[in-house]
C-alpha cells in the first residue's frame, strides 16, 4: 500500500496507539486469566488441612513469602497464573500459592481440592474468547489482536484491531465480524467469517505521491481452530478484502493470520 508521507509524527501517534492497545491485552491475558477449574469453583472456599500454608507475594517461587495461614484456618480461591492461585484469608489477606500445596487443603472432612482442568466441552460451551494473530496483508505484516463473545456454539461476534507494516505506509485496521462454526464439537473445527471495518492509512515514505487515506473494508473469511488442551486455541483464517477507496479505485486485498487464543 502506497500512500505519501504527512509528517513522522502521525506515524509514531499510529505506532504508539497500537502498543498501548497491546500492552493492555496482554495485561488482560496475564491478570484477569480465570482459574483453570470450572466457574462453579472460583471464590471456592477451603481449610488449610497442613500445619500451616506459606503466602507469597505474587505468583513464582522468586517471590518472598510475607504471611503465614495456620491449620484449620479458612481461604477463598481467586484466580490462578500458571501453576500458582491467589488466596484470601479470613482476615482479607490476599497472596499466592503454588498449585501443590493448594491441592493439600480441605473442601470437605477427608476430601482434598482438586483442579479440574479445562476440558473440550469447556472450548464448546465457552463465552469469551480473545488472542493474539500475525500474518500477510497483501505483502505487509500483520499483527492483530481480537476479542469475541460467542451467542452459541456456532455463532459468534468479534472485534479486532490490527496493526499493518508496509514499505511505504502503515496502517490501524478496525473490524467487526460474525463468524460461524458449524461443527463446534470438533476438536479442529472450521468456521467462516464475515466482516466490515475501517482502515486507516499514513504514509511513511515520499516514494509515491499520494495521500492519507480512511476507508471502509469489508471481508469474507474461512479458517479453522484446534482446540490445543486446557483454555488454549490455535487459529488460522484466510480473508479476501475489500478496501472502498474514496477515489473510487476499489482495491482487493488477500490476507492470512495465524496465532492463539485462550477462552474463558
Not at 211 to 221: F, K, M
Not at 234 to 241: D, I, L, P, T
Amino acid at each position: 500500500m502506497s500512500k505519501t508521507r504527512k509528517g513522522g509524527r502521525v506515524i509514531l501517534c499510529t505506532g504508539c496507539a497500537f502498543l498501548r492497545a497491546l500492552t493492555a491485552f496482554m495485561a488482560l491475558i496475564l491478570n484477569a486469566l480465570p482459574i483453570s477449574a470450572s466457574a462453579e469453583d472460583r471464590h471456592l472456599r477451603v481449610e488449610v488441612a497442613e500445619p500451616y500454608l506459606e503466602l507469597h507475594v505474587g505468583p513464582g517461587e522468586a517471590y518472598s513469602v510475607f504471611h503465614v495461614v495456620a491449620r484449620g484456618e479458612k481461604i477463598e480461591v481467586l484466580k490462578q497464573r500458571t501453576g500458582w492461585f491467589k488466596i484470601r484469608t479470613e482476615k482479607n489477606v490476599e497472596g499466592w500459592v503454588p498449585r501443590a500445596r493448594l491441592e493439600q487443603t480441605l473442601v470437605a472432612p477427608g476430601e482434598k481440592f482438586s483442579v479440574r482442568e479445562a476440558s473440550q466441552e469447556n472450548f464448546v460451551g465457552r463465552n469469551w474468547e480473545a488472542g493474539v494473530l500475525t500474518g500477510n496483508f497483501e505483502g505487509s505484516n500483520l499483527i492483530s489482536l481480537y476479542t469475541g463473545y460467542a451467542f452459541n456454539p456456532n455463532l459468534s461476534a468479534e472485534l479486532s484491531l490490527a496493526q499493518i507494516l508496509g514499505d511505504f505506509s502503515d496502517s490501524l485496521m478496525f473490524n467487526f465480524d460474525l463468524v460461524a462454526q458449524p461443527f463446534d464439537d470438533w476438536r479442529a473445527s472450521p468456521f467462516f467469517l464475515l466482516g466490515t471495518g475501517v482502515i486507516d492509512t499514513h504514509a511513511r515514505k515520499t516514494v509515491v505521491a499520494s495521500n492519507d487515506s480512511r476507508d471502509q473494508i469489508s471481508h469474507v473469511g474461512v479458517g479453522f481452530k484446534v482446540y490445543m488442551g486446557r483454555r488454549f486455541i490455535f487459529r488460522a483464517e484466510y480473508r479476501n478484502s475489500v478496501i472502498f477507496a474514496q477515489s473510487d479505485d476499489n482495491k482487493e486485498i488477500d490476507e492470512w493470520r495465524a496465532g492463539f487464543a485462550f477462552f474463558y
